[in-house]
T-cell receptor
Framework: EPEVTQTPSHQVTQMGQEVILRCVPI?????FYWYRQILGQKVEFLVS????????KSEIFDDQFSVERPDGSNFTLKIRSTKLEDSAMYFC????????????FGPGTRLLVL | GDSVTQMEGPVTLSEEAFLTINCTYT??????LFWYVQYPGEGLQLLLKATKADDKGSNKGFEATYRKETTSFHLEKGSVQVSDSAVYFC?????????????FGQGTRLTINP
């Protein structure tokens, strides 16, 4: 069964450093998402992406965050200057189309900012 | 805006007990509803879903019925197993044009003792 993959599984970085989290969505999917889950808290929506542009973003997704689909397979989340409070599990998700509805999630990247 | 509320956890049961995890939602329209499960150390997996009122989603012995009159989507299982120990998330998809995101509840940690 096709699945969403994410790399790395864990990343430790120093405050102020840039990080790029990578995702490979399911190949025929058209809508892509990033969510995050701070330890012990709700899963929160960050951003949705369709047709090479952001379709919606939350208030969490400020100027420090950006997303990109640099080629036909990868979908990346960049945090330009990490803060301690960016420590969380970051999940990528994708869906084929709006009719299909079900979002398929990757296993997540656990980011720790020191 | 749309929101999802789950019963507070953690929930601890003995094997073969009956499980109910309550979930209620608020929505301006008619969302699709989902239950996701997160096993220890893993990402989010879709457990079941329902897309309209009175639909029943089911999978692996779990069931949930979309109740518009009570705005609820409670998760039930008749006889739980140790392997069901996980965190369970209720979620809604508003299905509003441009609002392509899942809204999650806070998660309920379930522990099943042998």
């Amino acid at each position: 069964e096709p699945e969403v993959t994410q790399t790395p599984s864990h990343q430790v970085t120093q405050m102020g450093q840039e990080v790029i989290l990578r995702c490979v969505p399911i190949s025929n999917h058209l809508y892509f998402y990033w969510y995050r889950q701070i330890l012990g808290q709700k899963v929160e929506f960050l951003v949705s992406f369709y047709n090479n542009e952001i379709s919606e973003k939350s208030e969490i997704f400020d100027d420090q965050f950006s997303v990109e689909r640099p080629d036909g397979s990868n979908f990346t989340l960049k945090i330009r200057s990490t803060k301690l409070e960016d420590s969380a599990m970051y999940f990528c998700a994708s869906i084929q189309d709006r009719v299909q509805e079900t979002q398929y999630f990757g296993p997540g990247t656990r980011l720790l900012v020191l | 805006g749309d929101s999802v509320t789950q019963m507070e956890g953690p929930v601890t049961l003995s094997e073969e007990a009956f499980l109910t995890i309550n979930c209620t939602y608020t929505a301006t329209g008619y969302p699709s509803l989902f239950w996701y499960v997160q096993y220890p150390g893993e990402g989010l997996q879709l457990l079941l879903k329902a897309t309209k009122a009175d639909d029943k989603g089911s999978n692996k012995g779990f069931e949930a019925t979309y109740r518009k009159e009570t705005t609820s989507f409670h998760l039930e299982k008749g006889s739980v197993q140790v392997s069901d120990s996980a965190v369970y998330f209720c979620a809604s998809d508003p299905l509003i044009q441009g609002a392509q995101k899942l809204v999650f509840g806070q998660g309920t940690r379930l522990t099943i003792n042998p």
